[in-house]
């Protein structure tokens, strides 16, 4: 029998395009389609497999897209319907695959689904969205964003309350009601039929709720994760699984339980992939992460492929969060670990945090800072836009892009961009990393280490997450370095904020 060809949604690396913050090709200071074109092959030359993009949709941008006035258009800001095509073969051509954002718990309040719906009690679509009656709020339930405000509003003309876990422009899908979630597979059949090869999944956990709207309780959340879930994922699973080629699901399931997590995953009919928050908003600490993988292996194990990130459009960059000296040792743990790498544009660059002074602050919930623009040239070079625009830049590019432009760093070996690009070859090139088993070994105190094997082939990896020299596993020694952190590895001793991949004998 011919062995079963890993598919590429686990061994190849995901790359999160923000794209109002990637490359401005227009011209009004908002990254768009074309830009994104344009500046592809960055991406590709990095070594990814495929990008993300955060929605392209038509959306009145009260979220910054994750608020969908219409599932099947491009807004106008990004571009065209005809862009998109272009982006997806272009993508193609230079071997990425290209997975949209699916957002299905919520639309706009501008969508046409809720204009129709709060028109009246009986309108046909008024059960496409969660509406009650009643004087105060059906229950508890908080919506994220703001100030533990009700995740209900109160909408005229009927007078009864909608459902928002977000922001009140953005009313709640009930996925209890079916014409719902086959309207919603059309719209994933309307992209998979242009040639999309994948979703992330937008707050996946959350399309399954409590239909009785009971209170969240400690130890069980009503209004998310509720066993409902699980059969709607399996639903849109099955919509993939109309088309050839290996079309792939990722959730953003943000629950930080990874014993919750892990059966969104081990199925085999449901997400194939999921991000794990756990992980994500871990501290920097060599024992916790160690722990937490650990555990996320054993509950993986069987039928189940992990997905890791450190960085994306939500949360402070690692190089803000944990500090620049180790960010390439985190990225050093994302991209070795057992499971598939997600990495965040400007991530390569080794970028931090933008300072967005209050004036300027454009975000509902203060995720302006992670989502700057990517600086591409230096502005000596490019104007103060650095070559993400040659306009007023909807957010702030970063204080530093004359050191940190891409094209400046692409011409430095000693770059975070040069070392992100040997890391993803390496990880290309080793088996035992993208494909490889997984172990845990015995540490000096402050380093997280572990074994990748692939038939026969030994990989360890060594993380110090002390700004101090630590002593590198017994296991290490004799192994052949394949890369560091460091410009000089020394033998038997890994320096501080050192991540190393040594081959062993
Ligand atoms: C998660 C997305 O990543 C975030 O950006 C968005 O605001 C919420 N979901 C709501 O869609």
């Not at 768009?32 to 955060?54: N, P």
């Not at 272009?86 to 051509?93: D, G, K, S, T, Y």
């Not at 399931?253 to 194939?272: C, F, K, M, N, W």
């Not at 572990?450 to 101090?468: D, T």
Request: one cysteine or more; charged letters at 25%.
């Amino acid at each position: 029998m011919p062995a079963t060809k890993t598919p590429w949604w686990r061994s190849g690396v995901v790359y999160q395009i923000y794209p109002r913050s990637f490359a401005d090709a227009d011209g009004d200071g908002v990254g768009d389609l074309r830009g994104i074109v344009e500046r592809l092959e960055h991406v590709r030359d990095l070594g990814a497999a495929a990008v993300w993009l955060s929605p392209i949709y038509r959306s009145p941008m009260a979220d910054f897209g994750y608020d969908v006035a219409d599932h099947t258009d491009v807004d106008p800001l990004f571009g065209t319907l005809a862009d998109a095509d272009a982006l997806i073969e272009r993508a193609h051509v230079l071997g990425l695959r290209v997975l949209l954002d699916f957002v299905p718990n919520h639309t706009s309040d501008q969508h046409p689904w809720f204009q129709e719906s709060r028109a009246s009690r009986d309108n046909p679509k008024r059960s496409w969205y969660v509406w009650r009656a009643g004087d105060a709020p059906p229950n508890g339930w908080i919506a994220n964003f703001g100030d533990q405000r009700p995740a209900w509003t109160r909408d005229e003309p009927t007078g009864e309350w909608y459902l928002h876990s977000f922001l009140p422009e953005q009313p709640d899908l009930n996925w209890d009601e079916p014409e719902v979630e086959a309207a919603m597979h059309d719209v994933l059949r309307f992209w998979l039929r242009r040639g999309v090869d994948g979703f992330r999944i937008d707050v996946a956990h959350a399309i399954g709720k409590d239909p009785e709207l009971g209170d969240n309780e400690p130890g069980r959340r009503h209004s998310e994760g509720w066993p409902s879930v699980h059969p709607r994922l399996a639903g849109i699973r099955r919509v993939l699984e109309e088309f050839d080629g290996e079309r792939v699901a990722v959730g953003e399931v943000y629950l930080l339980d990874q014993r919750a997590l892990a059966p969104y995953i081990t199925s085999g009919d449901e997400l194939h992939l999921a991000h794990n928050f756990v992980f994500l908003n871990l501290p920097w600490s060599a024992q916790r992460f160690r722990t937490v993988v650990d555990e996320f292996e054993e509950l993986t194990r069987e039928g189940g492929w992990p997905a890791w990130c450190l960085n994306n459009h939500d949360h402070s960059r690692t190089a803000t969060r944990y500090g620049w000296s180790r960010a390439r040792v985190a990225a050093m743990l994302v991209l070795t670990l057992r499971g598939t790498p997600f990495l965040y544009q400007g991530e390569e660059l080794g970028l931090t945090d933008v300072h967005v002074p209050p004036d300027a602050i454009v975000d509902v919930d203060d995720r302006d800072p992670e989502r700057a623009p990517m600086p591409w040239v230096a502005p000596s070079q490019a104007g103060p836009g650095a070559g993400f625009t040659t306009r007023e830049p909807w957010l702030p590019v970063h204080p530093d892009a004359e050191l940190l432009a891409a094209s400046v760093q692409a011409q430095d070996a000693g770059s975070d961009l040069a070392f992100y690009r040997e890391l993803l070859a390496l990880r290309a090139a080793t088996a035992a990393l993208h494909s490889g088993t997984y172990r845990s070994v015995t540490a000096a105190p402050d380093v997280f280490a572990f074994v990748r094997e692939h038939e026969g082939r030994r990989v360890l990896v060594a993380l110090n997450f002390a700004p101090f020299p630590r002593a590198l596993p017994d296991e290490a020694h004799g192994g052949r370095t394949l890369l560091s952190t460091h410009e000089v590895a020394a033998p038997g001793t890994l320096a501080g904020d050192e991540g190393r991949i040594v081959e062993l004998g």
